[in-house]
């Protein structure tokens, strides 16, 4: 298969910063939008759905990153901390919305919703399983972890999942863009079970040819 061009290395930590620029754009234009009042409709819910579209976004494609890897053979794995932070502030910025303009800091009205709307608990629990990942994504946790860094981080699966099953929850009736997230959600999960003996596979398969080429040298 003909393979992307690579990015020169000494480009690789100005691309994961421009990331993080690009990234945070639609939130810029979030609050432009809703400061200026062009925001359609219900401006709080307008401002709130695109906080959460894009929190779910960035958590697609921080689990797209393994197998792009896996099956493409691009690696972007520099990429993947940038967008699952990316995905921890989008949320923190909804539920922040959520917080300040929809329920005008009424804690107690927080609590009952979260205790009585099942959406807005599922949503809650993938806000707080974000904290410990995003406060531990940094070289000296992963140094200090270890193999547990990589158990915690599994985390992961389970707030993209949730995230996903929040916003079906949230409409009245599921639609195309609710089916297509938990579609993609599902099957970037799934891969994670398929993975191993794939590419146990794909080695297995790669090892007589990597033998008779080096036979073919020597
Ligand atoms: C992993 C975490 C989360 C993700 C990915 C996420 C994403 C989304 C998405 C995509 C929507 C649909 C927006 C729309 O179409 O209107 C939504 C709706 C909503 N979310 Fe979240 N959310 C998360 C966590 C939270 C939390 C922590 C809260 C508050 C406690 C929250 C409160 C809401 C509310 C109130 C709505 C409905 C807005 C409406 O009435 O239209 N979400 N969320």
Redesign the pocket.
């Known amino acids: 298969m003909a393979k992307l061009p690579a990015l020169p290395k000494r480009f690789h930590s100005a691309s994961v910063w421009a990331l993080y620029g690009l990234g945070l754009c639609p939130a810029l234009v979030a609050f432009y939008l809703g400061a200026t009042g062009q925001l359609p409709g219900n401006p709080v819910?307008e401002f709130?759905?695109l906080l959460?579209?894009w929190?779910?976004r960035f958590?697609v494609a921080t689990l797209a990153i393994t197998p792009i890897r896996d099956l493409l053979g691009v690696n972007w794995l520099r990429y993947r901390r940038a967008l699952g932070l990316l995905a921890f502030y989008y949320?923190a910025m909804?539920?922040l919305a959520?917080f300040l303009l929809?329920q005008v800091l009424n804690i107690p009205a927080i609590i009952a919703d979260?205790a009585r709307r099942p959406f807005?608990t599922i949503?809650?629990a993938?806000?707080v399983m974000?904290i410990p990942l995003a406060l531990t994504s940094n070289n000296w946790s992963i140094r200090r972890l270890g193999s547990r860094w990589n158990q915690l981080h599994k985390l992961a699966y389970i707030?993209a999942a949730?995230?996903a099953l929040?916003?079906a929850m949230?409409?009245k009736v599921i639609g195309l863009e609710q089916m297509t997230y938990l579609a993609l959600v599902t099957l970037l999960l799934s891969w994670r079970l398929v993975r191993k003996p794939y590419l146990k596979r794909k080695r297995q398969a790669a090892a007589p040819r990597e033998r008779s080429k080096d036979a073919v040298a020597l």
Do not use: N, T
């Open positions: 819910k709130e759905h959460g579209i929190a779910l958590l949320v909804h539920f959520y929809d979260i807005i949503g809650m993938g806000l974000l707030i949730a995230g929040h916003f949230s409409v």
